[in-house]
Each structure stands twice: as C-alpha cells, then as structure tokens.
C-alpha cells in the first residue's frame, strides 16, 4: 500500500524551491510506453526505491476565499499567483507522518513553493478531522514567512479550505543531474469537504480517471535526451491544475470562458 506509510521525502523535501515545471496527460498505455523508454535515463527516487510499488501517497487540502480567486487566476492565466494548502502522507489521521502548511505559486514561467511544518500533540486529531479554525492552525504552524503570509491572506480574503485532493505518486530523478525529476501522478480524487481527514460521508470522485499526470520538473533546461522522448511520444505539454481539475468535478466552479 502507498497509504499511511512514513514517507521520508515529506521531511526531506526542500521547505523552499523555485523551478519550472512542465506537465502531461498521459492515458494508461502512453504512461506505458512513455515509463519504459524514460527508464534509460531515470531511476526511482530513493525514497520509494526500495518500495514494492515505488509510490507514495499525497492529500493535500486547498484554500480559497469566497470568490475562488485562486482558481478563476490560474483559469485566466495569470503569470504572478499562489494558493494556499495543507498536505500530508496518509489517509488517516496518524501521529508519525508530517503535515505541511504550503503556499505554491507561480511568478512569470518559475513555479515556487514555500512550506512549513504544523507541528503539534493533536496535529492530526481534533484539528484536522473538525475542520480548521484559524487560530488552531496559526497557532500550530512553525513561524515564518509562510505562516504570516497565511494569516494576512486569512484575514484580508476570508480564506477557508474548499476541497481535498488525493493522488498516488512514482517519483523519478535523473540518473545524471539530480535536479531534473519525474512524477507521475495517478488516482486522482477529489473531495468536497473542509477536513484533512473527512467524514466517510464525504464521497471522493475520481478525477480524470484512467490517466496520469506527468510533471516534469527542473531548475535550468531539458537534457536532449528528454526532446527525444517527447519527439518520439508526440507528447503534447498542457497546463493543468489538480485543485482547479478537482473543483470543476466537485462542481464547485467553472471556466466561465
């Protein structure tokens, strides 16, 4: 199982980063094709290396105000914009896998992430499986830019969390420059709820079921290598957004263009 596993690449990932990141759709038999091919110049991440799937399991609960800014900015296209969300390892409220307060952004073509960690006795209890108030969560992020950030947010836009986002990752690294990395992300689901860990009432649907989502993530430029492999695939880069993909299928919000 992927689920409810000690991922150490949740504290080993950098708090803060900015890179480009280019993603994909791929259906089930070009993720294939794709994966086989990108073995030459690839191996797993060690992190999952030695697992028997080479996955690990990610759930990530967003934030928005009233007005869905975050979403309708990433519809428009803006080149400056960031949101808000909570992410952790597990499916179920378990005291040795990290929780994360995230903001994750995007200025002109550098995608940003800034995180820090909630830290806590009852971080993945009654906090997280009752829903969010603002001052438990303040109260329990480790200070910094990012909490601030979030508490001006908070206040300022009304923030409040609107969905939940889960997915099972295979993360790859280069086997010549350990900056550039591959995921593939599959079993996408989304969750109308404001809890990290909700209700069972709470009925996830499947987000473009039957596909993976392939970030291709990297500091300077594609290696040569990496042209060919699009050449040879007919890869077709998109712009896509899980929590924006999520909302649309919740029927949270809509591209009104």
């Known amino acids: 199982m992927a689920e409810n ?10 708090l803060h980063f900015a890179r480009f990141e280019f993603k994909y759709i791929l259906s089930a038999a070009k993720r294939q094709a794709v994966e086989a091919d990108l073995l030459y110049f690839l191996e797993y991440d060690p ?5 028997p799937d080479h996955k690990y399991f990610v759930r990530s609960l967003y934030f928005d105000d009233p007005a869905y800014t975050a979403f309708h900015d990433k519809i428009d296209g803006l080149k400056s914009r960031y949101k808000f969300r909570v992410r952790t390892y597990t499916s179920s409220p378990e005291m040795n896998v990290p929780v994360f307060l995230e903001i994750k ?29 603002s001052d438990q969560i303040l109260s329990l992020a480790q200070e910094g830019s990012v909490r601030d950030q979030f508490e001006y947010d908070f206040y300022r836009r009304h923030l409040k969390p609107v969905a939940l986002i889960d997915y099972h990752r295979r993360p790859y690294v280069s086997k010549y420059d350990p900056g550039f990395r591959i995921t593939f992300d599959e079993k996408l689901q989304a969750t109308q709820t404001n809890r990290l860990f909700p209700l069972q009432t709470c009925a996830p649907r499947r987000v473009i079921a ?43 919000a809509h591209d009104e263009h």
């Open 47 to 51: 992190f999952v290396a030695n697992r």
């Open 105 to 133: 952004g995007r200025h002109n073509n550098l995608v940003f992430k800034h995180r820090t960690p909630i830290v806590g006795e009852d971080t993945q209890g009654e906090v997280f499986t009752g829903g969010f108030r």
């Open 210 to 252: 039957g596909y993976s989502v392939v970030e291709v993530k990297f500091r300077h430029h594609l290696p040569s290598w990496f042209h060919q492999v699009i050449q040879a695939h007919e890869l077709q880069r998109i712009s896509i957004s899980k929590i924006v993909t999520g909302m649309e299928r919740l029927g949270l």
């Open 5 to 14: 596993v000690k991922v150490t690449e949740a504290t080993a990932s950098p």
